[in-house]
């Protein structure tokens, strides 16, 4: 795997000529795969295709290119947002196919939205991929194994009762050694290395992941200052159910009534962020159905990808009559757990987790703070912890790689990046990281193994509630 400099290439048209208004610019900066004359071109059908109006914003500067983790990796300018802003556009112009060529550089961007961060334009990039990924899965033939392998993801990830189906055999596969003896042969990456990067992601299973422990309401301590909807998510249902009990706990004591629909199901993140539109579609209408007449004042979420998809449930729904409304009311309610405690205050004492003092790093989720604008909040709440010393890593801004199912589709490209994310983290010199995203900590933890690092991983709301119940963290 090659890595590049930043230094945008130079061996590009100008501005002008990339914006595609002349077939030109395909002749003077060719495509892996052009279409041949005489034979129709494959390209985006008329059902929301990335719009020019917003393609047509991109002067093509290059400040994306340093903060774009596949751009860095792979070191190909298609790879890149500006690159990719540039296929759209000739695919739009019938210039180019929507064919393996073209393909492919769409599949390599995590979807970490750290352009839209740096784009001194305005670019809206989170628009136009969000627009191009149900195009591709309406319109590209992905090859049989892709296709077998992404109906596995989706068909289990988000239904948490059929994940929870697979988990005895995952329990017996950690308990019997077999998974030492698979990881020790690596034979799996050799013959599936789509299978093994999923397996290499598998946490430690506990008899936690087997149930569902919350009650339909939990009660307010003291005074009752809101009542919230708490989402439990589907991966963090099942493989981070702590850090939900966390986070009901900590909202409570800080004088929240928390109501947790039981007909709740997936966010809608991972279908979403890989364009089966319909899919997640579904799974919204679903969410928002489970939490119509509850008449909480807020809904919160403590996983920044399934933040993110929730804020986006107006775009999602745009189409339907019947939720286009409801969405819009339902993502008004929607609040990030950091996000909406940062904003209502703490009322509860917060204690010392150690009685020394603390050293620790926050890890930035990329939806949380390029799609959801949430970086402060966070680093407010833990500084309140007494004894807590926040560190910040180089490169805080640059995506780990997990980038939802990225590492399972993309696993060498993810691999380097959770190289760089996790060295990063190290070289503060912290005692404990803190992230609030399931896909981050699963890909940190993996590579903090592969470094042989033992490292304290907790989401904020743990350590939240580890300080108001004045537990301490054994160091």
């Known amino acids: 795997m090659q890595t ?5 290439n130079t061996n590009l048209p100008d501005a002008d000529s990339l914006r595609g208004d002349s077939p030109k610019s395909l002749q003077e900066n060719p495509i892996d795969a052009q279409p041949s004359p005489g034979i129709p071109t494959p390209g985006f059908d008329a059902y929301h295709p990335p719009e020019q109006k917003l393609l ?8 994306c290119l340093s903060t774009c983790p596949s751009y860095r990796v792979i070191g190909k300018e298609m790879d890149s947002p500006r690159g990719r802003i540039y296929l759209m556009n000739a695919i739009n112009h019938g210039e180019a196919p929507l064919a393996e ?20 334009s305005g670019v809206q990039y989170d628009k136009l991929i969000a627009a191009t990924r149900p195009q591709v899965e309406r319109n590209y033939p992905r090859s049989l194994s892709d ?40 034979l799996l990456k050799k013959l599936f290395p789509r299978l093994a990067a999923m397996e290499s992601n598998l946490p430690q299973i506990t008899p936690d992941a087997f149930r569902d422990n919350l009650p339909d309401v939990v009660p307010a301590q003291g005074e009752k200052r809101y009542q919230v909807g708490v989402i439990l998510g589907c991966v963090q249902r099942v493989l981070f159910s702590p850090v939900n009990a966390a986070t009901v706990r900590v909202l409570t004591a800080n ?7 039981k007909t709740q199901g997936c ?32 809904v919160i979420i403590n996983a920044a990808g399934c933040g993110h998809t929730l804020k986006e449930y107006g775009h999602i729904l745009e189409d ?9 009311a339902f993502v008004a309610k929607v609040k990030d757990a950091q996000e909406f405690l940062a904003q209502v205050g703490l009322t509860a004492k917060l204690s010392p987790v150690t009685d020394e003092p603390l050293t620790m790093v926050y890890q930035d989720a990329c939806h949380l703070l390029h799609g959801q604008k949430i970086s402060v909040q966070p680093r407010q709440l833990l500084r309140q912890i007494p004894n807590v010393k926040l560190r910040e890593p180089l490169d805080a801004a640059l995506c780990c790689g997990s980038a939802g199912v ?17 060295e990063n983290l190290l070289n503060t010199g912290a005692e404990l990281i803190a992230s609030a995203n399931p896909g981050c900590s699963l890909q940190i933890k993996k590579h903090l193994g592969l470094k042989g690092k033992e490292v304290t991983l907790m989401h904020p709301m743990e350590l939240l509630d580890y300080s108001i119940r004045g537990v301490k963290l054994q160091k």
Do not use: W
């Open 147 to 186: 296709r077998i392998f992404r109906a596995l993801l989706f068909n289990i990830f988000p239904y948490p009762a059929r994940l929870r189906l697979l988990l005895p055999f995952l329990y017996l596969y950690q308990k019997s050694g077999l998974q030492k003896l698979v990881r020790a042969t690596g």
């Open 267 to 298: 966010c809608a993140a991972l279908p979403e962020h890989q364009g089966q539109r319909e899919q997640s579609q579904a799974l919204a209408r679903q969410m928002i159905d489970s939490f119509e007449g509850t008449g909480v004042d807020f």
């Open 320 to 328: 339907d009559p019947e939720y286009r409304e409801k969405a819009k």
């Open 4 to 8: 590049s400099s930043t230094t945008p």
């Open 406 to 422: 990225y590492n399972m589709l993309q696993p060498d490209v993810a691999d380097e990046l959770g190289q760089q994310k996790v």
């Open 56 to 63: 047509d914003t991109c002067v093509h500067c290059g400040f």
């Open 101 to 120: 060529g073209t393909v492919q550089h769409f599949d390599s961007c995590l979807g970490c939205l750290a352009c839209v961060t740096t784009c001194p």
């Open 255 to 261: 004088g929240c009534e928390v109501v947790i629909p």
